[in-house]
């Protein structure tokens, strides 16, 4: 266990290397191309590339099915069966990808040129950008396979190194755009294709001739395939649900309001992402783990990997956040210099709810190793799938637009609550437990934590003196406070001992 624990704390480290140098980038080129696109545009861009990648619930339940069932084979140590999956995953892939491009072309241009509101000028740019993002989505489809089979095998050096280069790539594109003679959102669009065609060949070529099993042959296994739409089904139908928090909310806002409200919600996701992915990254690396030794057998390991990781989670997600949603306003002026109004309000509402869906991320993976998660699905994705009534109707009454964020932050903490119900019933999970080691230790510190930032940010004027103050003072009072109320008595013995065996070695 102790092997697995070290492995785990050294992925992290890589992938939280790969994302701070991917946040700093991604920050500076979203105020690149919101001031090159102007705030129409960037509203227009992430409006209509988003009716394309609403459909990446389908790719992204397949990815978490083939993550399952790969690391399930290799938790077992059955390296035949593994090659016959990840054919028969690819042979899924691309029926999904031929029906998604049928669909794409037809309903989805349907309803981007009759149901959007997009100003008749930019008409035919929108068009463009529907095609780019459809390209670029299909290509992302076909190598998801192969991302599956690196995280699998937790070779998190690769994954880190692509991201990064993706990145670069990014930032460069958004350079470019001041120097390109061409219409600058259609230019946008396709480049980004490019730099998704790279990104997508890079990983092809690199587990095919690292990882024997994802050299594709022809196999047909019927009963592996249905058992495999069967598990990718019932995520499908989670996955799908998830788009309500994002794309289709995105819909709502731009019936209900124009394309600078899409543009401020935008920014809100594009804030929420960067904080949001190193509690990913977090879980990407121990999702592996948890599923090998439920796997093998090994419940109770499983299980405390489960509590410490939803708890070390959280406790992450609320280092990142807690600054952030104090001086939004404040990081938003020297992000962006001139903000889509409404963007902070936004903004706050979003990392609050990811901070609570974080505690969730954990329990997710366990129900995932168990391969039954009909029940979980169906029950806590029909909770989510209450966002979309109750934000239509609130929209309806004449509500704000930031109010549908807060519908979403009370069905997120309905459905916590559901999925500790569920994995329960499914495996030989203590929610009392969990209670005693995870929650309450969370509740406490984020409680401790708040009160001397919050009197800061409320006691001073808004500057950058203030900013500077309440983020030192957030981080170092959430660190504090995690540490002497957080962590048990045992967690803060091994990290100590941990750091002096690190030092230790560092002398030899």
């Known amino acids: 266990m102790q092997f697995e624990n070290k492995k785990i704390a050294r992925n992290t480290l890589i992938l939280y290397f790969r994302q701070i140098l991917i946040l700093l980038t991604s920050l500076y080129t979203v105020r690149i191309v919101l001031q090159t696109l102007g705030a129409e545009d960037y509203g227009i861009y992430n409006v209509v590339a988003g009716t394309v990648t609403m459909f990446g619930f389908l790719s992204s339940s397949m990815a978490t099915a083939s993550q399952r069932f790969f690391c399930f084979e290799i938790g077992q140590g059955n390296t035949e069966k593994l090659q016959k999956i990840f054919s028969l995953t690819f042979i899924i892939y691309l029926i999904l990808a031929v029906l998604l491009f049928a669909f794409a072309e037809t309903v989805g241009l349907y309803f981007l040129r009759n149901k959007l509101v997009i100003p008749e000028e930019r008409l035919q740019a929108s068009f463009w950008i529907y095609q780019f993002t459809i390209f670029s989505f299909i290509i992302t489809i076909l190598t998801t396979p192969y991302m599956a089979a690196i995280i699998a095998h937790e070779n998190m050096k690769i994954y880190a190194y692509a991201g990064i280069a993706e990145a670069a790539l990014k930032f460069g594109v958004a350079l470019s ?26 990983y092809r070529f690199f587990c095919t001739a690292r990882y024997p099993e994802c ?45 600078i409200v899409n543009a401020a919600r935008s920014i809100s996701i594009q804030v929420n992402n960067a904080v949001n992915s190193f509690a990913i990254n ?12 439920y796997a093998a057998g090994n419940f109770n390991n499983a299980n405390r990997l489960v509590s410490n990781g939803c708890k070390y989670t959280f406790f992450l997600m609320l280092i990142f956040s807690m ?10 002026k020297i992000w962006l210099s001139n903000p889509p109004e409404s963007a902070a309000v936004f903004t706050r509402l ?7 869906t974080s505690i969730s991320y954990q329990i997710m993976t366990l129900a995932q190793a168990t391969g039954k998660i009909k029940l979980y699905q169906s029950l806590v994705g029909s909770i989510l799938l209450m966002n979309l009534p109750m934000s239509f109707l609130i929209l309806k009454l004449g509500a704000p637009a930031y109010s549908v964020m807060t519908v979403t932050i009370i069905i997120s903490c309905i459905a916590t609550a559901a999925r500790l119900l569920i994995i329960k019933h499914l495996t030989p999970f203590s929610i009392t437990a969990f209670f005693a080691n995870s929650l309450l230790p969370i509740f406490c510190t984020t409680s401790t934590a708040c009160i001397i930032p919050t009197i800061i940010h409320f006691a001073m004027p808004e500057n950058f003196i203030r900013f500077c103050i309440v983020v030192f003072t957030s981080i170092f009072m959430t660190i ?3 540490i002497t109320i957080g962590l048990s ?12 065996k690190k030092f230790s070695n560092n002398r030899k």
């Open 350 to 356: 979003a990392l609050i709810d990811a901070v609570i």
């Open 480 to 482: 504090f406070c995690i």
């Open 323 to 332: 600054p952030l949603i104090l001086e939004m306003n404040y990081v938003l």
């Open 489 to 500: 008595r045992n967690e803060r013995i091994d990290i100590i001992q941990c750091i002096k």
């Open 282 to 293: 977090f879980t990407t690396a121990m999702r592996p783990q948890i599923i090998k030794q």
């Open 177 to 202: 755009l001041k120097f390109l003679p061409f219409d600058n959102l259609i230019s946008y669009g396709f480049l980004l294709m490019i730099v998704t065609s790279i990104n997508t060949a890079f």
């Open 215 to 259: 050299r594709l042959i022809f196999i047909w296994d019927k009963e592996k395939i249905k058992e495999i739409i069967s598990y990718s089904s019932w995520n499908l139908f989670g996955s799908s649900v998830g788009i309500i928090k994002n794309q289709v909310l995105n819909i709502l806002l731009n019936i209900f309001f124009n394309p």
